[in-house]
């Protein structure tokens, strides 16, 4: 009977030990995967930053011939039927599990003279952020509405902007914890909480004074298209994009103008079909969708 609480302590002592070990263990594997994945963004990130700037870089080389200019490289041979089937497939493939995106300046949705004049003197500009966070952001708006929302944000605002301090959405300060979470789950998107088809609300909105104010639809996110436009029109936009060639502004306009949903906004005076420049004040995101890692490198 002596035996029976250095035997009982002997196992608790065992036990304790063994719950430390399993929290270590699962701790390094957690801060493992977690490693892994912030390589494999910044790798990702990397990757498409060089691809860019060789975008931009590259051009045709050419020699001058009798006052005419002859591009050296000509594709002579044409390929195989098979080498092009190759190609096909790995376009789809990579297309597939793309894990990078390019954000532009000029597709986002400029915020500055709503926060400026307020919802009366910009009610079209008022409608696109209200319709843009609804469609984004659905899971997020029970309790507090994004007309509620804007409303705040306004308010908490337009008092920096008139008295001509910097203006960023990340540092308002709300009216209370509840608010405050609600915004910063906003600003996170998808990357920290279960968000479908979202990533930040920076990805999307910007807040510039000398900006204009159309967005760039031939750069815009696709999510942001159908959050906008509705589900049936942005796809018929995206379709158009994808073609290339009947990405005019005379069959955006006729999506656009359609009967079934009409929109109370001029389409001149927020959209266009594209900028001139895409290239200033970009952004590239590479991500790791398990452990929901982004990073971030503009360009």
Same mark, same amino acid.
């Given at each position: 009977?002596?035996?029976?609480?250095?035997?009982?302590?002997?196992?608790?002592?065992? +036990?304790?030990?063994?719950?430390?070990?399993?929290?270590?263990?699962?701790?390094?594997?957690?801060?493992?995967?977690?490693?892994?994945?912030?390589?494999?963004?910044?790798?990702?990130?990397?990757?498409?930053? &060089?691809?860019?700037?060789?975008?931009?870089?590259?051009?045709?080389?050419?020699?001058?011939?009798?006052? =005419? /200019?002859?591009?050296?490289?000509?594709?002579?041979?044409?390929?195989?039927?098979?080498?092009?089937?190759?190609?096909? /497939?790995?376009?789809?493939?990579?297309? =597939?599990?793309?894990?990078?995106?390019?954000?532009?300046?000029?597709?986002?949705?400029?915020?500055?003279?709503?926060?400026?004049?307020?919802?009366?003197?910009?009610?079209?500009?008022?409608?696109?952020?209200?319709?843009?966070?609804?469609?984004?952001?659905?899971?997020?708006?029970?309790?507090?509405?994004?007309?509620?929302?804007?409303?705040?944000?306004?308010?908490?605002?337009?008092?920096?902007?008139?008295?001509?301090?910097?203006?960023?959405?990340?540092?308002?300060?709300?009216?209370?914890?509840?608010?405050?979470?609600?915004?910063?789950?906003?600003? &996170?998107?998808?990357?920290?909480?279960?968000?479908?088809? +979202?990533?930040?609300?920076?990805?999307?909105?910007?807040?510039?004074?000398?900006?204009?104010? /159309?967005?760039?639809? =031939?750069?815009?996110?696709?999510?942001?298209?159908?959050?906008?436009?509705?589900?049936?029109?942005?796809?018929?936009?995206?379709?158009?994009?994808?073609?290339?060639?009947?990405?005019?502004?005379?069959?955006?306009?006729?999506?656009?103008?359609?009967?079934?949903?009409?929109?109370?906004?001029?389409? =001149?005076?927020?959209?266009?079909?594209?900028?001139?420049?895409?290239?200033?004040?970009?952004?590239?995101?590479?991500?790791?969708?398990?452990?929901?890692?982004?990073?971030?490198?503009?360009?």
């Amino acid at each position: 009977m002596q035996f029976l609480p250095l035997l009982f302590s002997f196992f608790l002592m065992v +036990s304790v030990a063994f719950s430390y070990l399993f929290q270590g263990l699962r701790q390094s594997a957690l801060l493992n995967q977690d490693l892994a994945a912030h390589l494999s963004a910044l790798n990702n990130l990397e990757n498409c930053a &060089q691809k860019s700037l060789f975008k931009q870089l590259s051009s045709p080389l050419k020699k001058p011939n009798g006052g =005419k /200019t002859e591009t050296l490289l000509k594709k002579t041979i044409p390929p195989s039927p098979r080498s092009s089937q190759k190609a096909e /497939t790995s376009k789809k493939e990579s297309k =597939k599990t793309r894990n990078y995106r390019r954000t532009y300046a000029c597709a986002k949705l400029n915020l500055y003279p709503l926060f400026k004049e307020g919802r009366e003197n910009q009610k079209e500009l008022f409608f696109l952020l209200q319709k843009l966070l609804e469609g984004l952001f659905p899971e997020l708006f029970q309790e507090i509405t994004a007309e509620s929302l804007i409303l705040e944000l306004i308010q908490k605002a337009q008092p920096l902007i008139l008295a001509r301090q910097s203006l960023e959405i990340e540092t308002l300060v709300l009216k209370n914890a509840q608010w405050q979470n609600l915004l910063y789950r906003l600003l &996170q998107g998808s990357q920290n909480y279960a968000l479908k088809n +979202s990533f930040s609300l920076l990805d999307y909105v910007k807040i510039q004074k000398n900006a204009g104010r /159309t967005i760039c639809l =031939k750069k815009c996110p696709p999510e942001m298209l159908t959050a906008l436009f509705g589900k049936t029109r942005g796809e018929k936009i995206l379709r158009l994009r994808s073609e290339r060639k009947e990405f005019k502004l005379a069959n955006i306009l006729a999506i656009y103008e359609e009967q079934t949903e009409i929109l109370p906004i001029p389409f =001149k005076a927020f959209f266009c079909v594209s900028h001139s420049s895409h290239s200033s004040n970009g952004e590239i995101q590479a991500f790791d969708e398990k452990r929901r890692v982004c990073l971030k490198k503009p360009f």
